[in-house]
């Protein structure tokens, strides 16, 4: 590992004490061991799962470095506060380029904390449907399909009263649905089967289609982040380290070779080299940048920015896609109790828009606030139905706005660019009010606050769709797996054209997964350790070695 010359010294390679602890002190969490196998760019959900599943071994030694803090804000336990952790340092607060569709800038927020997004998320914890993942195979992703990622599902969770076939049964997290719906949801849930809907037995398993409870990563009412489930219970093994509060700001590219990271805690500049291998973890936008960043990327667009190409790597930073979302937003007949310690989307359903298609394209979720759009006014006390095209065909770009790393980068998901979505969502629309409107909710129900006019012809839903606009802030694609020109990683997540790296979060989906992206996360890193370990494995004994020492140091 390379550090700062005027604080640190090198040790020669040979030396016996290569994986002794050696502490930095630069006013950050965490101290810094000499000598990794494996340094894990970004300490999101991905990375907590890859810093846990490696160190099982414990002759691996693994640097999880996170620009985010070590100490969690006192409001991410409380799953009714999520919105709150949006504008905080725990987000890194992006925003879009203007939409064509909306017209507007939206706001663009990921997480900067140990457990990432699933640190501030709305806590959803949903497998798409099975035809989403097989899509992936179709486009090239070979051993990514449903069945292949089963296994990575049911390690990431422990179930109750749910097929151990398909549900985890011993994983880290603690996942089900919420124990004590509010009346508005238990009544949209009644509303979708008596406008036709079927209720289903389990929702978030993947194989089915119809409605039931969301599951949630709330134990007994508290979030359980990746890094309450993965990261903490572990870090006192002897050969993890996590470095919190830094910014990696370009990868070390040796001959084609990844060597290690150039990273940055309060302006001051330090390096470390991994053995193996770095691995990217950084979150479709954070992964694509630091790529590019780093050189490797679009040629000409590299090169319009003033960055030296390393590797023309076209589909970096292409591909990006995040599921559009409105809502039809109720008063209430009498108010409802608000329970801080519930998740807002308790209810959800999957509908099939277009008979021709493999699978359901459409998301109705039952949400227990008058949750909408900021710019839209509407009741402090109500309930809300959202809909969201959930295998949207509009694509985006993820791109530099100059050479420096700490200008935020260009983000473009192009949000309903496709009239083939606007169609979805106009059919959403009306499946929403559709079961709003049934006398199952009559009880609860009020006024109808959004949009509360007939909506009648094209234009007037193509407008509420402009104004009424949510996004998911679900950023995948932007560098996935495939073996055409513009995949950017092969079907074991390495990078192409470039060795001792890979990456292994969001951006490897080829496209949309018919659902919130948390838990499709989990199974991706879960997948990527063991693809990682069993490729070292191989290693070895083709080397007809016992065990490994970093040689960079």
């Known amino acids: 590992m390379s550090l700062d010359s005027s604080t640190h010294s090198a040790r020669s390679p040979d030396s016996t ?87 507007t800038v939206i706001p663009a ?10 640190s501030i998320n709305g806590l959803n914890f949903l497998r798409g449907h099975r035809s989403s993942y097989d899509a992936w195979v179709d486009q090239g992703a070979t051993g990514w399909g449903f069945n292949d990622l089963l296994p990575y599902f049911r390690r990431s969770e422990t179930t109750e009263g749910r097929d151990p076939a398909i549900r985890g049964t011993t994983g880290p997290l603690l996942v089900g649905p919420t124990p004590h719906p509010s009346p508005a949801v238990a009544g949209a849930l009644a509303a979708a089967a008596e406008a036709g809907f079927a209720l289903v037995d389990d929702v978030n398993s993947g194989l089915e289609i119809g409605f039931g409870l969301s599951d949630a990563n709330v134990t007994d009412g508290a979030r359980q982040s990746a890094a309450d489930a993965y990261l903490r219970p572990v870090m006192n093994r002897h050969n993890l380290n996590v470095l919190t509060g830094a910014e990696v700001r370009r990868l070390l590219i040796v001959d084609g070779v990844c060597t290690g990271v150039e990273y940055s805690i309060d302006g001051l500049l330090s390096t470390v080299e991994a053995g193996r291998e770095v691995i990217l973890t950084a979150g479709a936008i954070g992964t694509p940048q630091l790529l590019m960043l780093s050189g490797i990327g679009p040629a ?3 090169s319009s920015v003033g960055i030296d190409v390393v590797h023309d790597l076209p589909g970096v930073g292409s591909n990006l896609h995040d599921h559009p979302m409105s809502t039809v937003v109720y008063e209430v007949s009498t108010p409802l109790a608000f329970d801080r310690h519930n998740i807002y989307g308790q209810g959800v359903g999957l509908v099939q828009t277009d008979p021709s298609a493999d699978g359901p394209d459409l998301q109705i979720l039952f949400i227990s606030q008058p949750y909408r759009a900021d710019s839209m006014s509407g009741p402090d006390n109500g309930y809300a139905i959202g809909f969201s095209a959930m295998t949207p065909s509009s694509r985006g770009t993820v791109r530099l706005a100059d050479s420096d790393p700490a200008t935020r980068p260009l983000i473009d998901p192009d949000y309903l660019g496709d009239e083939k979505d606007v169609a979805v969502m106009t059919e959403g629309l009306r499946i929403a009010r559709l079961i709003g409107s049934r006398d199952a909710l009559a009880q609860v129900r009020g006024t109808e606050a959004q949009p509360g006019t007939l909506v009648a012809d094209d234009a007037e839903v193509r407008q509420y769709l402009r104004d009424s606009l949510l996004v998911y802030f679900h950023y995948a694609g932007t560098c996935r797996v495939g073996t055409d020109d513009l995949s950017v990683v092969d079907p074991d997540l390495r990078v192409h054209g470039i060795s001792g790296l890979r990456v292994a979060d969001a951006s490897i989906m080829p496209s949309p997964v018919s659902a919130n992206t948390n838990a499709t996360v989990y199974a991706i890193a879960e997948k990527a350790a063991a693809l990682i370990m069993r490729g070292a494995d191989s290693t070895l004994e083709s080397a007809g070695t016992t065990g490994f020492r970093p040689t960079r140091l």
């Open 300 to 302: 000409e667009h590299l």
């Open 109 to 118: 927020p990921r997480g900067r904390a140990l457990g990432g997004s699933s």
């Open 17 to 103: 004490s290569t994986h002794q602890t050696e502490q930095i002190t630069a006013g950050h969490d965490r101290c810094i061991a000499r000598g990794y196998d494996y340094v894990v760019v970004g300490g999101g959900t991905a990375g907590c799962v890859l810093a846990n599943r490696l160190t099982e071994d414990p002759a691996v030694h693994v640097l999880l470095v996170e620009a985010g803090s070590a100490t969690d804000l006192p409001s991410m336990s409380t799953p009714g506060v999520w919105p709150t952790l949006l504008g905080t340092e725990a987000s890194w607060g992006d925003t879009t380029v203007p939409q064509t569709f909306s017209r």
